[in-house]
């Protein structure tokens, strides 16, 4: 079987879905190439678009929130009446050459957009045959994903299922798989120790990873500002900027004395920095928080946009392994009172433990569809 994931850069949790879904098919023998769906209509658009992506969810989110709202209470009926659709359907002939060049057995979309893209492709060209599937990567169903014709739609919850069906997806096409779909790191363990001496962290006292996201929103600058001048004797905060550069240099000067205050900015080590925390404060993103889900760390999640964030937010508190607050000040409590009490975070590390995985779940099913072809 010869796979194409065609993920988006707006944000890098697509990124991350769309190399777990490789690791999974290499290991299995099975060849796969990834590809920006936005690429398709050219370089600098999908710059352009990721970038503006990226101010909104940064320094717009109740803009963001607003739109996403009404996209879920007016939903678009109809491909040609899809305004997106048709941006997107400009790149359908390169994509559609890479497709005949390389002779490509499915195509797998972890965005909506590439769905979008899929599916004006396949109207366009019906006699291309080859599968294709949609990948969730919220806990949710979410605008647009009705407008998508696939073969099959991974979903992470049964909730996210229900939605799906009730949104027009045909019930038979939905298949639940154990979460979103993280990498292999994730579920390899690092003792704690070792971890932190890897890392250059205190190895005694406990350990805040903050972190939201690869843009660096959701108030981080405020959280890491009242936890760390209220952080027990002893413990440390590490906090990762990720692209957001100016937040990353606006903390490096706040904290510049502070040995027990730990400022980063883009880290592609996220599976260690996890083993060697023990609390992690974060933005209900449905790939961070799924990574930290099979690395059974305790969360304490920001609702920094609500959206498609909120159903991840509510996924997580509802196993156990998460709590939240309405505001920065609430948030801190929250996370001092739990590095106070190692056994409720233990409790939470034990509700959240996942060690089947997603990705090899996405492998096993659309093998069996190819080999049923």
Known sequence: MKALILTCSTGEGHNSVAAAVREAFTEHGASCDVADALGFLSEKASEAICRWH??????????????????????????ERNLLANILALGTEKLHALIAREDYDCLVCPHVFSALMVTRLRSLHPELALGSSFIATDYTCSPFV???????????????????????????????????PVRR??????????????????????????????????????????????????DALAVVCGTYTHLQKKLEREFADRPDVFIWGYRDDIPLLMDSADLFL????????????????????????????????????????????????????????????????????????????????????????????
């Open 54 to 79: 990226t101010r909104l969810y940064r320094h717009m989110p109740s803009a963001w929130r607003v739109s996403y709202h009404l996209l879920e209470q007016h939903p678009s009926t109809g491909e």
């Open 146 to 180: 009705e407008n998508c014709r696939m073969d099959c739609y991974f979903v992470p919850s049964p909730r996210a299922a229900e939605e799906c069906v009730q949104a027009g997806v045909p019930e038979e096409r939905v298949e639940v798989i154990p979460g979103v």
């Open 185 to 234: 790191a994730f579920y390899q363990r690092v003792d704690k120790t070792e971890a932190r001496r890897c890392l250059g962290l205190p190895e005694s006292g406990k350990l805040v990873l903050a972190m939201c996201g690869s843009m660096g929103c959701g108030h981080l600058d405020e959280l890491a500002e009242r936890l760390a001048y209220r952080l027990p004797e002893g």
């Open 282 to 373: 974060t933005k209900a993103g449905g790939v961070s928080t799924s990574e930290a889900a099979v690395k059974g760390l305790p969360m304490v999640l920001v609702d920094a946009i609500s959206a498609c964030e909120g159903p991840n937010l509510r996924h997580f508190c509802a196993t156990g392994g998460a709590v939240t607050a309405p505001d920065p000040e609430a948030l801190t409590e929250l996370c001092l009172r739990l590095l106070a009490d190692g056994g409720q975070l233990e409790k939470m590390r034990a509700a959240l433990l996942q060690e089947r995985s997603a990705a090899e779940a996405v492998w096993s099913h659309l093998a069996e569809t190819e080999a049923a072809r």
